[in-house]
């Protein structure tokens, strides 16, 4: 009796997790994306969270897709080198590449017309990613994010429990991931103040 409690206490506990981390029964509106085109630029209004998305382009220069950048923030709290994370340590075109000077780019540039774009939350590019497609990747709406790479995008989070590493979100499987800020990895920006979004665990 006991070795059957502990496994139903088992199935219930890891049913809990998958639910905060997945997530995925909530259906997705088919009119929920918005292709919003200002002169070149292309971004992408979410009717669900009110949160307006950055999009790349295969043309050279700032929004390039194959644009990487290292993890970066000289206004860290901790007021440290290593809690900052590298500076200029992607491959990309248009700025330094890291995640600090590529918003600070973008803002100048006044893309899609608006000069507050930033990295997004973990929570906000969970909220993009759909991964019921994690079978033909990227795990998002190809329709309106047609040149997402099924690889790993920064978030603006720290990690809490390790210095000098931050949360990527993973859209080759759907779900995110800690690693060291020096690694070069692609970058959405967003904007706007989120509106009713799916939690992830810490």
């Not at 043309?59 to 206004?75: C, E, I, M, Q």
Request: proline share 4%; charged share 30%.
């Amino acid at each position: 009796m006991k070795a059957l409690t502990l496994t139903m206490v088992l199935s219930c506990l890891l049913a809990a997790a998958c639910g905060d981390t997945m997530n995925e029964s909530k259906p997705v509106p088919e009119d929920r994306f918005e292709s919003v085109v200002v002169g070149d630029d292309v971004c992408v209004f979410d009717r669900s969270t009110e949160l307006t998305w950055a999009t790349k382009s295969e043309k050279a220069g700032l929004h390039r897709v194959t644009n990487t950048y290292s993890w970066f923030d000289p206004d860290e709290s901790h007021g440290e080198l290593d809690y900052r994370g590298l500076e200029d340590g992607g491959d990309c075109e248009g700025s330094k590449c890291d995640t600090w000077h590529y918003v600070q780019a973008v803002n100048n540039q006044g893309f899609c017309g608006y000069n507050d774009w930033r990295m997004p939350g973990k929570n906000e590019i969970f909220s993009i990613s759909d991964i019921r497609r994690a079978q033909t990747p990227p795990t998002i709406d190809t329709e309106f994010f047609p040149l997402t790479r099924s690889a790993e995008y920064w978030t603006g989070n720290d990690y809490s429990f390790q210095y000098d590493t931050a949360w990527a979100w993973n859209f080759a499987l759907g779900h995110d991931r800690v690693d060291w800020k020096k690694e070069a990895k692609f970058v959405r920006l967003v904007r706007g103040e989120p509106r009713d979004l799916a939690k992830v665990k810490e």
